[in-house]
């Protein structure tokens, strides 16, 4: 069975209809996790909050749990501002520290995805010499986030990038980022994908999501980026989560050996199996 190792800060959540509930890329990704029968670890930073307490309960329920605690869970406000999604930052939770990383075991997979800049290069380097995983695949949203609290979150420019991230972000295998993490970047998400590369460096494979309209995915090994539409769209459903669980079924199928293009449709699927049960 595979092993996935899924890193990032827990948050609370609070909806305008007034619903407050766990979330964050280690909890959506997580449940991807164990819909396609995978071993689940994670590490992640979280306060006593309620909420949070709940969402380490079921962090529990998905697998193996390293839980630091800290003040204050990470806490987002969700809006609703002309269709499209708006997230407040209320409060933003410590960094996640580089202690017992050895007690996690050798994953095939680790699947590293910030939310609020919790996650340190030095972290992902600690991560790398202690654990040894057969792949890293980064989730980047996180790192590209004007975090103030109190404040609507607003996209960073690619420049916004420390020289010590871009080094993190250029020995990865994969890379995965939404164009809404990217509008300001210039132009078409083509533009994106090529300011991308230059960031990266060679090597990564990158994932650039474009929500329902698809993914493009540049792949070093191909001549060619390729861009894919899916045929099925859910709507009608909060896609909330959305980008955590394609990024941990790409992450998952490609620590099976499946090749990337595959991959990521094969997460697709994912993503519409769990919008589909929402609607449900």
Do not use: K
């Amino acid at each position: 069975m595979t092993e996935m190792l899924i890193v990032g800060a827990l948050t609370i959540d609070r909806f305008t209809d007034g619903s407050v509930a766990p979330g964050g890329s280690v909890l959506h990704a997580g449940l991807a996790a164990r819909s396609e029968d995978t071993r689940l670890v994670t590490l992640t930073v979280a306060g006593d909050e309620p909420a949070a307490r709940d969402g380490v309960a079921r962090l529990r329920e998905l697998g193996r749990l390293s839980c630091q605690a800290v003040p204050l869970t990470t806490v987002y406000r969700h809006e609703e501002r002309h269709g499209e999604r708006v997230l407040v930052l209320e409060a933003r939770a410590a960094p996640i520290a580089a202690d017992g990383l050895g007690d996690l075991g050798r994953p095939d997979v680790a699947l590293i995805a910030p939310i609020a800049d919790e996650v340190s290069p030095s972290l992902v380097d600690a991560l790398r010499a202690e654990l040894s995983p057969d792949r890293v695949v980064l989730l980047v949203q996180g790192w590209l986030r004007r975090l103030v609290e109190g404040e609507e979150v607003l996209p960073l420019p690619l420049d916004a990038l420390s020289a010590e991230q871009e080094r993190v972000m250029a020995q990865a295998d994969t890379i995965v980022v939404s164009t809404e993490d990217l509008v300001e970047a210039p132009e078409d998400p083509f533009t994106q994908a090529a300011e991308l590369r230059r960031r990266a460096g060679p090597e990564p494979i990158l994932v650039l999501t474009l929500g329902t309209e698809g993914y493009l995915l540049d792949d070093p090994a191909l001549d060619r980026i390729i861009a894919s539409v899916p045929r099925r769209i859910v709507t009608g459903v909060s896609a909330n989560g959305a980008g955590d669980t394609f990024g941990a079924g790409l992450a998952i199928n490609l620590a099976r050996g499946v090749m990337p293009a595959e991959a990521a449709d094969l997460a697709t699927e994912v993503v519409i199996r769990m919008l589909e049960a929402r609607r449900a």
